[in-house]
């Protein structure tokens, strides 16, 4: 698409700016992407590796007894219940949580590319720690480090992405952080179908191949130009300009850049981002920034995403059919996010958030409702083919809803809608709740399987119902609006127009 076109709002309220898309933004966000890449690959590959039974023998015997002695446990639903085994997936996401505050510091003072850059580092390391662990130690290690990184990239690359785009497509650039997550966990789907074939060391391929998206993360970002936004916040103001120029593929910027500008010299106003987040004014930003991450992992995606080979598994499924089923949900689940590509700049946000609730909510109770009829509350069972066949269909269909709804807009909405001069600190907040959720996801749904079974999916299914309430009566549309504008979005909202001052809403002088 040649640049020179005025981008038209859609008249979602924004303003019109002169520029289209060029190839530049397009390659440069492209790169900026791989830190989903990072995420996506760490959220497939620990699933496979812990169902794999060399893993299980070298680090969690016990474990592995238990399933072949059935001393503990006879039932379907308690297979893989272990506190350990659950802390080697979800120990990242703790120290990702913490990681993200230290980010949003770094991103702030030194650019987003440097915090980028530190997140691929990171994790490079824990990827290397992994591949070579000879105990539980190390692996936690190499998970901690990994955590580490995905903390940092998860803080900066969805607001590089933001700052880049021309608002108009900024919905279908930012979503490539998200296909960059989908991506990831298919090829870690692949990788674990391949080495659970090796007859020795099958793990530490799957566990070391982490260094490559993190080797590819590393080396994107220290070429990469920092963003315009970043650049004004440290007062490089004719750079900033001329980086503008070259990203929206015109001379003629001075109106986004004043907005811009504007936007920074308030931001420098702002002495104390945390505490300012929590006035009236951004109220908005805050509960969306905190909601939405929370909502998105209570959905309970990411049981599929951790513990899909675990789950079939579980259900009944072989070994080999336990990973083919998470590659094919996989698969799913990269073409419904190219979905989103199209779908989130043509029929907004809002609609995709709520298709996407309805759908996720049907699949849920569906296939709750097949593994109670099947396993009932003793857990003692088995599938047909044919069931295991339509359980497979509703989880295919469910990752389908939220890969193009709430999988790229919760990260996508959280980036967009915060104001310069809080975004760190907002990103900060999206991705901190995003990682304790996951946390407690990760360490507690096997177990949480064994205690409530079959009705634990009734429960994501009906946080899933009420979610979908929420965004219905309190998200408003923000396609197409661009990020300093916010606060016109916010001033026109029956509920949030409580919250908003005249002098929040960035450039209303030059209606007047």
């Known amino acids: 698409m040649a640049g020179g076109a005025f981008v038209s709002e859609g008249g979602s309220g924004g303003r019109d700016y002169e520029g289209g898309v060029t190839v530049f933004v397009v390659i440069t966000c492209m790169v900026g992407a791989m830190g989903g890449l990072l995420f996506g690959y760490d959220l497939g590959i620990s699933g496979g590796v812990t169902s794999m039974d060399e893993f299980l023998s070298k680090f969690f015997p016990q474990l592995e007894r238990q399933q072949k002695e059935k001393a503990t446990h006879d039932t379907a639903y308690c297979k893989f219940d272990d506190q350990k085994l659950q802390l080697f ?3 990242l ?4 949580l913490v990681a993200s505050f230290v980010a949003s510091v770094v991103t702030r003072k030194y650019g987003r590319k440097v915090s980028m850059f530190t997140g691929g580092l990171a994790f490079l390391t824990g990827a290397l720690i992994n591949a070579f662990a000879i105990n539980v130690t190390m692996l936690i290690i190499g998970r901690l480090l990994l955590g580490v990184g995905v903390g940092f990239a998860n803080q900066s690359t969805p607001v590089y992405l933001s700052e880049m785009a021309p608002a108009k ?7 490539c952080f998200q296909v960059a997550i989908t991506s990831g966990i298919l090829v870690a789907n692949l990788i674990n179908y391949g080495t659970s074939k090796m007859a020795q060391n099958g793990w530490r391929v799957s566990l070391g191949l982490a260094a490559v998206p993190a080797l590819l993360m590393v080396i994107g970002s220290f070429f990469l130009p920092d963003t315009p936004n970043s650049m004004l916040e440290r007062g490089k103001y004719e750079e900033a300009k001329q980086m503008l120029k070259k990203v929206r593929g015109t001379d003629n910027v001075d109106h986004e850049f004043q907005d811009i500008r504007e936007a920074c010299e308030a931001a420098k106003k702002v002495e104390h981002p945390w505490k300012n987040i929590m006035q009236s004014k951004y109220r908005p930003a805050l509960v969306f920034c905190s909601a939405i991450p929370f909502f998105q992992q209570i959905t309970g995606i990411n049981v599929i995403m951790f513990y899909a080979p675990v789950l079939f598994k579980t259900l009944g499924f072989g070994d080999d059919a336990s990973l083919m089923s998470a590659v094919i949900t996989g698969v799913v689940n990269v073409l419904a996010t190219f979905v989103s590509l199209y779908s989130a700049d043509r029929f ?10 309805i759908q996720m909510f049907i699949c849920q109770i569906l296939v709750g409702s097949f593994i109670g009829l099947k396993f009932g509350t003793t857990g003692t069972g088995t599938l047909t083919p044919a069931t295991a066949d339509w359980i497979l269909v509703f989880i295919c269909v469910y990752v389908a809803g939220f890969a193009w709804s709430w999988g790229p807009l919760g990260w996508l909405v959280p980036s967009e809608i915060c104001p310069l001069e809080i975004r760190p600190a907002g990103q900060a907040i999206n991705v901190s709740v995003n990682m304790f959720f996951t946390f407690l996801i990760g360490q507690f749904f096997l177990t949480m399987l064994c205690h409530m079974k079959f009705g634990l999916f009734y429960f994501f299914g009906g946080m899933v119902a009420i979610m979908t309430i929420f965004i219905y009566f309190l998200f408003p549309e923000t396609r197409g609006v661009p990020i300093e504008e916010m606060g016109r979005v916010w001033k026109q909202h029956w509920f949030w127009k409580n919250y ?13």
């Open 169 to 175: 497509i900024r919905g279908a650039l930012n979503i």
């Open 89 to 91: 997936t979800s120990s």
């Open 93 to 96: 996401y703790l120290a990702a």
């Open 348 to 357: 907004g946000r809002r609609f995709l958030f709520l298709e996407g609730g």
């Open 500 to 512: 908003i001052p005249d002098d929040a809403v960035i450039g209303a002088h030059d209606e007047n």
